[in-house]
């Protein structure tokens, strides 16, 4: 079990689709934690099937899986965290999207995504341990051809600017190596 009260540190992993984000996460998980790894695909298709296999076969065999596509009020979570050291969630793009398709008509997704982000923040800062949060950077290609799609792009990108700014740590992923983002001097944070 893990000692109670113990500090949360959050760092959130940004990149492009096969930057290398879920290997730096679980690279981050310190040898010996008590880990989970939370997904969030849904094998909707063979080619998603494949995928998350593959991504279980890489999992060390003692990291412990739960697949939660939606993560709504993080209950699915807190049950279960004082067992955990480390929680990686894998990924946030994915969470984003099924909660927007699971929301009816007249739904406000960027309200329903912030009041879901800022439940899964707080159960992180209340159960403390490490977390790893993985996301898609989608804003930096071309501008989706419909409006669900703009909506999903603007939606995410709001919700990785709520993490990254309660984050301890943001590394952007290109081409397999991090930087840094926190750790960076720009004229907006100097």
């Known amino acids: 079990m893990r000692e109670a009260g113990r500090p949360s540190e959050l760092i959130l992993i940004l990149g492009g689709a096969r930057s290398g984000k879920s290997a730096a996460a679980e690279q981050l998980a310190p040898s010996g934690s008590r880990v989970l790894f939370v997904a969030t695909a849904e094998p909707l298709d063979e080619a998603m099937r494949q995928r998350i296999q593959a991504h279980r076969r890489h ?16 209950d699915e979570l807190r049950s279960s965290a004082a067992r955990y050291d480390t929680f990686i969630v894998d990924c946030l793009t994915l969470w984003i999207s099924n ?13 329903e995504a912030e009041t879901a982000t800022s439940r899964l923040l707080d159960l992180m800062a209340e159960e403390g341990g490490r977390w790893i949060l993985v996301s898609n950077e989608v804003g930096q290609g071309i501008v989706p051809n419909n409006p669900l799609g703009r909506e999903y792009r603007d939606v995410l990108g709001r919700v990785n600017q709520q993490v990254a700014s309660r984050a301890d740590q943001v590394l952007l992923m290109v081409a397999g190596l991090p930087i840094d983002l926190k750790s960076v001097t720009t004229p907006l944070n100097r």
């Open 59 to 74: 999992r060390p065999d003692h990291w412990d899986t739960a697949e939660i596509p939606m993560l709504h009020q993080g």
């Open 99 to 111: 909660l927007m398709l699971s929301l009816g008509p007249g739904s406000d997704a960027d309200v």
